[in-house]
């Protein structure tokens, strides 16, 4: 696993740094050589807000320049508490499969008795979804920008956006657990485990939980979509059989249960939650 996620920082890292020339001269910069070294800086030592402060002011969605597009995705995705430094430090070599494999970059503060599980306070989804939701936004401004010139989208920005999504799609099943047991929201399958104990009310929870994520089936399809093609680059990147490739795609093949992305609804998240991450069967 851990090998896996040294794969991941340097495909951003290497990606981050072959930017297409062409692509960085049609779109003018939006923020001084400055105040980048400055927002550079900020995202470092993990002053997130300091880096939003810095470029947000200057961003032009309809003309978009890449680092800035990018250091203030990376912000915000520190401020939802995802680290990948976080990963590479705290992983080890588990049967736990792709699901705690990539919530482990959701680096928080664990909460509960059982060190096994982790899980997130209750309250603090809607901040977690909206700053992964801004950090998408911003990915997807430049996606958007080079696709409307006819180019395709870096790598580094598709497994980035991906990356968002996948965290995104993670909190928000979790805090649909949340509000239908009314426990802190479950980040693995151990605090899955906790949350939706083998008893006789299982069922009845099950249920209930896949009635409050049907509303959200759409902004889930959206996050299953990045994943996807996330996916499709990290095979094109590393190869099919690599292990990192290998988690995300597994990942999107059990949450799909051999249906597709447009069928995905609430009902399949709870047969995902049963079938992959409780396990009594």
Request: some cysteine; overall charge negative.
């Amino acid at each position: 696993m851990k090998q896996a996620l040294f794969l991941l920082l340097g495909i951003l890292l290497c990606l981050a740094g072959c930017d297409s020339n062409m692509l960085e001269a049609i779109s003018d910069d939006s923020s001084s050589s400055a105040e980048l070294t400055e927002a550079r800086m900020a995202l470092d030592d993990g002053n997130y807000q300091k880096v939003i402060n810095i470029l947000e002011p200057g961003y032009d969605a309809s003309n978009p320049d890449p680092e800035t597009v990018r250091l203030l995705a990376s912000a915000y995705m520190g401020l939802a508490g995802v680290d990948l430094t976080y990963v590479l430090e705290n992983s080890e070599e588990s049967e736990d499969g792709s699901f705690d494999a990539i919530a482990s970059a959701l680096s928080l503060t664990v909460t509960g008795q059982n060190s096994e599980a982790r899980f997130i306070p209750a309250g603090s989804a809607d901040d977690m979804l909206a700053n992964l939701e801004q950090a998408r936004d911003y990915l997807n401004d430049l996606m958007n920008y080079y696709e409307g010139l006819g180019l395709s989208p870096d790598q580094d920005d598709t497994v980035q956006a991906g990356m968002v999504s996948a965290m995104h799609f993670i909190i928000q099943i979790g805090a649909a657990a949340s509000d239908v047991t009314g426990q802190d929201i479950p980040l693995n399958k151990a605090a899955y485990r906790e949350v939706f104990p083998d008893d006789p009310d299982l069922d009845t929870l099950l249920d209930a939980f896949a009635d409050s994520l049907d509303p959200e089936s759409e902004s889930l399809r959206e996050d299953l979509t990045d994943v996807s093609e996330a996916v499709v680059t990290l095979v094109e990147v590393q190869g099919a059989d690599e292990e990192l490739a290998e988690e995300f795609d597994e990942f999107l093949t059990e949450l799909l249960g051999g249906g597709d992305i447009d069928s995905f609804s609430g009902q399949r998240a709870a047969d995902y939650v049963y079938s992959e991450l409780l396990g009594y069967n």
